[in-house]
T-cell receptor, first 112, second 113 residues
Framework: EDQVTQSPEALRLQEGESSSLNCSYTVSGLRGLFWYRQDPGKGPEFLFTLYSAGEEKEKERLKATLTKKESFLHITAPKPEDSATYLCAVRDSGAGSYQLTFGKGTKLSVIP | SAVISQKPSRDICQRGTSLTIQCQVDSQVTMMFWYRQQPGQSLTLIATANQGSEATYESGFVIDKFPISRPNLTFSTLTVSNMSPEDSSIYLC??????????FGQGTRLTVV
């Protein structure tokens, strides 16, 4: 059974204070690891897809990296508007498998 | 990326009643899913909506409680039947193709009183 564990559950940062969010996963075969951002009362917004160990992707202040067991979402010099819950999800490579298994998320608060 | 319209965005319902949530996509998609997100929790997959056939339900979810329709490749509905306060959640529609990321609607916030 696929498992996704995110840490920490919550993170408070001062504006400009860089940090990382962790996503540990267990799958029989990885067909993709996905990062989403979710604001209160809204659906998840897609950020990144990573497919293989060593892959990295960047978008503004966010950078996602992937190893064989975990992924990190690095946030550089965060701003208050980066405050949100960040969700990690994996897609298994089982035949015909499209659906995602989600972690519980990390709630990020960036204080001005 | 697909644009997903989900209606209603929120509702307050009496226990014992049913609510049907609609999901409309602006393009044809292979897969449509329905998720539940309980307060403070992550997303749990309810079922995969199959076009032209019965939905595929995950463990713990049954058709009598959550009937799903998918008449074509751009539209699906989820009904929450005989509601109780425990059904209060955010319900999310999601679409995906095999080699693409999944996109989500804005969700339906359901409160059962």
């Amino acid at each position: 059974e696929d498992q996704v564990t995110q840490s920490p559950e919550a993170l408070r940062l001062q504006e400009g204070e860089s940090s990382s969010l962790n996503c540990s996963y267990t799958v029989s075969g990885l067909r993709g690891l996905f990062w989403y951002r979710q604001d209160p009362g809204k659906g998840p917004e897609f950020l990144f897809t990573l497919y293989s160990a060593g892959e990295e992707k960047e978008k503004e202040r966010l950078k996602a990296t992937l190893t064989k067991k975990e992924s990190f979402l690095h946030i550089t010099a965060p701003k208050p508007e980066d405050s949100a819950t960040y969700l990690c999800a994996v897609r298994d490579s089982g035949a015909g498998s499209y659906q995602l298994t989600f972690g519980k998320g990390t709630k990020l608060s960036v204080i001005p | 990326s697909a644009v997903i319209s989900q209606k209603p965005s929120r509702d307050i319902c009496q226990r014992g009643t049913s609510l049907t949530i609609q999901c409309q996509v602006d393009s044809q998609v292979t897969m449509m899913f329905w998720y539940r997100q309980q307060p403070g929790q992550s997303l749990t997959l309810i079922a995969t909506a199959n076009q032209g056939s019965e939905a595929t339900y995950e463990s713990g979810f049954v058709i009598d409680k959550f009937p799903i329709s998918r008449p074509n490749l751009t539209f699906s509905t989820l009904t929450v039947s005989n509601m109780s306060p425990e059904d209060s959640s955010i319900y999310l529609c999601s679409v995906a193709d095999l080699h693409t990321e999944a996109f989500f609607g804005q969700g339906t916030r359901l409160t059962v009183v």
